[in-house]
């Protein structure tokens, strides 16, 4: 005979729910499975993550959105901005470049000025001129919003045209200053007020006896005392008494070129002073040999007198 164990029964866990009525009614108990228990509140807690992960979701689509209109709005507005000043570059862009063809008929009349030239077909600016010398104002054209590409090509051509400009005046302006160089240091002025009483190459001798002789230069008579001026800027290489000029200045003016100032009643430059085209160098006199008050005014070229006339 076999003894068998008696078998336990398995302890239930359930949740037991009571209810107490009123009025001393009988107390209700209702008992809920454990399992069932922890089955809906899982179920809950995943109803909860997953509703807080949707509002997350929504919330973060939602800020995305707003922040990718404010981008849009932010960027229409730089897009207006920067239409608005490409179209203010386009305006000063064209402004300079009629500017710069202000200064390119100026550059090519200053040349027509310094070297003497001829009117030009074609000036250095490029632009055609009528032969006729009729001005036409024939203008044309669709018109077109520049890109930025555009203005970048015309303000490239632009320096090149300004750089090509400065080198250009600067050639120029070095060729004003050599030139007003030599024009300063030429003579072209008179050297005193007054009549002209004897003029270069053979003449009637002054002193008297019927014979003739060489003036190497021209003779200028006015009162004693009257100013006489150096008729080019140059350096004083000779003030002193000189036989048969009197009291004499002489000036080298460079590139050969000597002026000669005698019969003066006073010399008011040294030898070694630097003279400017019209300053006073002395007075007028009658010293050496002379009949009366007057400059003799005489011009060499490398050593050689030449009529004063053809510098006057």
Known sequence: MVLKKPEQKKERKDFTLMMVPHHGQNVRSIRIPLQLMQTVAAAIFVCVVAVGGMTLSYRSQASMADADKQEL???RQVNLVQAQ????????????QSDMQRLNQLDADLRRMVNSEEKA?????????????????????PEAKP???????????????????????SQLRSNLLEKKAVQA???????ASGSVTSRFGWRNSPFGGGSGDWHPGIDIANDSGTP?????????????????????????????????????????????QHVTKGQLVSYMGSTGYSTGPHVHYEVRVNGSVVNPASFL
Do not use: C, F
Not at 147 to 169: F, I, K, P, W
């Open 85 to 96: 000043q490409i179209d203010q570059l386009a305006k000063e862009t064209a402004s300079i």
């Open 185 to 191: 240091a030429t003579p072209s002025i008179w050297p």
């Open 121 to 141: 077909d074609v000036s250095r600016g490029g632009m055609n001129r009528p032969a006729n010398g009729t001005a036409y104002d024939g203008q044309g054209g």
């Open 147 to 169: 890109s930025a590409g555009d203005l970048l090509n015309v303000v490239h051509d632009l320096r090149t045209q300004m750089q090509e400009r400065e080198e250009s005046l």
């Open 73 to 75: 709005e932010q960027l």
């Open 228 to 272: 006489i001026l150096a008729t080019a800027e140059g350096t004083v290489v000779g003030s002193g008494w000189v036989s048969g000029y009197g009291y004499l200045v002489e000036i080298d003016h460079g590139n050969g070129i000597h002026t000669l100032y005698g019969h003066n009643s006073q010399n008011l430059v040294s030898v070694g």
